[in-house]
């Protein structure tokens, strides 16, 4: 369903007028694939329904990795609906083998190694060349305290991983928070499972504390209990039921922020029906950053429809630690700001899809904007702007966001635009919808 061809590159014509338009994002990433977890998890005969979900590369990632695993995962793309289920299988995971490839999709990566710990046999994920740059000796680690056999193939502490598993017993472990929140999100999840109790501590800071409480938030849905005591342990029992479910999905608003900052940076005005500032997704105060930045932000009601109407952009200092995703989004629109914008407490991002602060730093250079770069974030201070090819090191957030800038600047070529695929397939079709 995500298969279409795209062009090697791709030139982004300027918009002759501010848009007026209304965009509907797909469902989130992060939850669909959250949600494909616990359904699988769920009653192996009823299993879950997933609408609203996202059909994209890094879901179907997930969808056939579980295919491989033994369980059922029945697509319904026109409704954007998946069932999962595990069947009548005494085991949680009902293959005893598989060889999983997830290319560069690191929830997949994260959450798998984590849910294949529940089965017994051996089991090996691995992915692209930049999957084997990303780290994940925290997670490794922590299922070791836990009484898993799981190894880098390498010895690296990066994929390809290795895990020999006997079913989870349960126990306490301390997992690092300071690369990826995946890592902790990808224990919880699987925690309900032990066989017995599981208490985690987190050691140092936790980054992107938002998509654990997301993850809280779904277990929670998903009729699981985990506790918070503090900000650093959590307490799970043992021997839980997820419950089927019909589970609906958000719209992605880190999907949306492109929109938004679309509206923005064009003196346009753009909503997005359903994005609920109120729901499971840090991304979605975003909107309040574009609004501090001297932006209009319209919430009639809550749930029902977010827009922002542009105007003149002042510049901003922000930690962006919960909103992450966005900090690309943020960059492209303080080009067109008054005065620095400075972006701080993101160093996590540096692995993601790729270096995000060294890649954004090299290319908003590349088209003559100002940038200072540290080690946790950037400096953008505006400068006269002109067109360049842009690379996009196959990261599908920096082909997006820079797209936003060639909505006003002439010249500016996307190159590999294709990438956006791995979130958001039809991306480059809906920012044509901005200009009708």
Not at 353 to 374: H, S, Y
Request: proline fraction near 5%.
């Amino acid at each position: 369903m995500t298969d279409r061809s795209y062009p090697d590159s791709l030139e982004i014509i300027p918009l002759k007028n501010p848009p007026e338009a209304t965009i509907r994002v797909p469902g989130s990433k992060s939850i669909t694939n959250r949600a494909l977890i616990m359904g699988a998890l769920s009653d192996p005969i009823q299993g879950c329904e997933i609408q609203g979900a996202l059909c994209s590369e890094d879901t179907e990632i997930m969808i056939t990795a579980l295919r491989e695993l033994g369980f059922s995962a029945r697509t319904d793309w026109e409704k954007s609906s998946i069932h999962v289920k595990r069947g009548s299988h005494e085991s949680p995971i009902p293959a005893e083998k598989a060889d999983l490839f997830v290319g560069n999709s690191g929830t997949s990566m994260r959450f798998l190694t984590a849910l294949v710990s529940l089965g017994h046999g051996v089991y090996r994920l691995d992915g692209v060349s930049r999957m084997r740059e990303r780290p994940m000796n925290d997670l490794l680690s922590a299922l070791g305290q836990l009484g898993v056999k799981v190894v880098s193939e390498g010895g690296d502490g990066y994929p390809p991983i290795i895990v020999h598993a006997d079913s989870l017993m349960g126990g306490q472990v301390q997992v690092s928070g300071e690369v990826s929140s995946q890592f902790l999100s990808g224990l919880l999840m699987v925690a309900p499972k032990a066989a017995k109790d599981i208490r985690i501590h987190v050691k140092g800071v936790l980054v992107s504390r938002a998509y654990v409480n997301m993850t809280m938030a779904m277990m929670r849905d998903f009729g699981v209990k985990v506790e918070q005591e503090g900000k650093t342990r959590f307490f799970i029992s043992g021997n839980q039921k997820y419950r089927s479910c019909s589970y609906h999905v958000e719209p992605d608003a880190s999907a949306a922020s492109y929109f938004l900052g679309a509206a923005a940076v064009t003196n346009g005005q753009i909503s997005v029906p359903t994005l609920n500032r109120d729901g499971l997704q840090g991304d979605a105060h975003f909107v309040d950053i574009l609004k501090e930045m001297g932006c209009d932000l319209l919430s009639p009601e809550v749930g029902k429809e977010c827009t922002i109407i542009g105007g003149p952009l002042s510049a901003v200092d922000v930690d962006m630690n919960t909103m992450s995703d966005c900090v690309m989004t943020l960059a492209a629109v303080a080009c067109f700001a008054e005065g620095p914008t400075t972006i701080r407490n993101v160093a996590h991002i540096r692995y993601k899809e790729t270096d995000r602060l060294k890649a954004l730093a090299n290319e908003l250079r590349k088209i003559g904007a100002e940038v200072d770069e540290f080690p946790d974030g950037l400096k953008i201070t505006p400068r006269p702007l002109h067109g360049a090819a842009i690379e996009t090191y196959n990261d599908h957030r920096m082909a997006m966001s820079m797209a936003l800038i060639g909505l006003k600047v002439p010249g500016i070529v996307i190159r590999n635009p294709g990438c956006v695929a791995k979130t958001y397939p039809r991306f480059f079709d809906d920012l044509e919808l901005l200009r009708k």
